[in-house]
C-alpha cells in the first residue's frame, strides 16, 4: 500500500475508536444535574392590582 493509503486507514481506525472511547470518558466525567424540584413565583398585590412583593416558594408547583 502507498504511505497516502495508509494515513487514511489511521485517520479511519482513529475516528472509529476516538470518538466511541471520547464519549465514554465523558459520560463517566461529567454528571448532569438532578432534576429541580417544582416551585411557583408567588406576587403580593394591593388594591389596585400592583405588585407589591415577589415571593419564591420551592416545591409548590404551579400555583394560581
Known sequence: MA????FV???LVGLLVGVPI???IAQA???LP????????V???DEQGR???IHYVPGAG???
Open 34 to 41: 438532578p432534576a429541580q424540584a417544582p416551585a411557583s413565583v
Open 43 to 45: 406576587f403580593d398585590r
Open 9 to 11: 486507514v489511521g485517520l
Open 62 to 64: 404551579r400555583v394560581s
Open 22 to 24: 471520547g464519549w465514554l
Open 29 to 31: 466525567l461529567v454528571k
Open 51 to 53: 405588585v407589591l412583593a
Open 3 to 6: 504511505e497516502q493509503d495508509w
